[in-house]
């Protein structure tokens, strides 16, 4: 049930945006958090500050033409939602995936807002992307692909405005191509445009490994709150992308062990230990599938097509590849097989019925916005290197990044405690993130 304030609230977001079934999803989340702190402090429900927190400050949707290797014309659609710019300029990824929609756009925008905030770093929230397909695409439609969508995005970015990185199917080659448009464009080497950068040309240590590797920090820290570690554990990744792999990574190294990962076509189940170099040489240079990682594995590994990894029996569970993959009916398996720790690389990879089951099961459940906020604070450090025409080496990065991650931990839990909820690091998550946003709002006045 929402509280009563905030009832006219969601019905308005409803009618506003019709049809963007994943935006009401993540606003009916925060919004399901926010009625303890209107009660405690009902100055936040002031001057349509919520109503205000909903609604980006600007969206953008454009046409993306470009020209296929057989010579024909493609038409996508592009899209970038600059959210909400509080706290600072407009940042967050773009996503290369056919599903996306306004609707995709919104949500993540919104999540990302307050995963932002979380950070503690000076960066507000947006989120773009378009419905183009890179799958089965040659490197050559690729580059055109993002030449253009550029060409039109380029006037809505800068240092100071609104900084992109990499989501779904958008990774370095990707942000390669639009760094190299923007530039011969602006005619401005600004490094800081865009993130997630090559090291030889303004990017920084640890962006690429930085979310699944705070994801796997986050959740370490959950489960030492119950006196349990990564060491010996089994562990289950859904996904094999930038966060699928970096989470694996860092899981082996505090001494887990990764039986199962996925992509879209089917799960592979590997009780050795999924084979990191192997899975990387596959993802990562040859931009195959898993099914290809379970043929080449010598020592043994089932391919399951169609199948659902979420009926894999595993300690922890990390759902790394895309929003509502994991449904009630998972959560309820996981909990049948003693799950201890959920922790959401992926941005709303859970269903609201799947969290609700985890947290009423006692499962220490890390929400993506807090989990996988990794990825944009090391953002956030890139764009610091850049302002200062610095560079850092991998360690004192990935110290930065550790010590982020159990800031955000630390905060959401003691939000959590101090609005009678302990360990629900959701409510914990929503109200520390919005507070910071809602702070800075009441002081511009009406904006
Ligand atoms: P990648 O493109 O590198 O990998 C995505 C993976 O998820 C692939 O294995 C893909 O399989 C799978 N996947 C994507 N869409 C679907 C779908 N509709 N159904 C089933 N599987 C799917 O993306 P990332 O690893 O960067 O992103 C994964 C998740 O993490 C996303 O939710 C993203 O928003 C989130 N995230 C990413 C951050 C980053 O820094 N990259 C930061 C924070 C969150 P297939 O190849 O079959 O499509
Ligand atoms: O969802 C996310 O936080 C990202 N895709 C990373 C955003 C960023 O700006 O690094």
Known sequence: MLDEKLEPIFADVLRRNPGEEEFHQAVREVLDSLGAVIAKHPHYAEDALIERI???????????????????????????VQFNSALGPFKGGLRFHPTVYLGTVKFLGFEQVFKNALTGMPIGGGKGGSDFDPKGRSTGEVMRFCQSFMTELSRHLGEYTDVPAGDIGVGQREIGYMFGQYKRMSNRYESGVLTGKGLAWGGSRVRTEATGYGAVYFVERMLGTRGQSFDGKKVIVSGAGNVAIYTIEKVAELGGKVVACSDSNGYVLDEAGIDLDLLKEIKEKRRGRVEDYAKQRRAGATYVPGGCIWDVPADIAMPSATQNELTGRDARTLVKNKVLAVGEGANMPCTPEAVRLFLEAGVLFGPGKATNAGGVATSALEMQQNASRDSWTFEATEERLAGIMNGIHDRCAEVADEYGSPGNYVLGANIAGFIRVAEAMRAFGVV
């Open 54 to 80: 909903c609604e980006p400050e600007r969206q953008i949707i454009f046409r993306v033409p470009w020209v296929d290797d057989r010579g024909h014309v493609q038409i996508n659609r592009g899209f970038r």
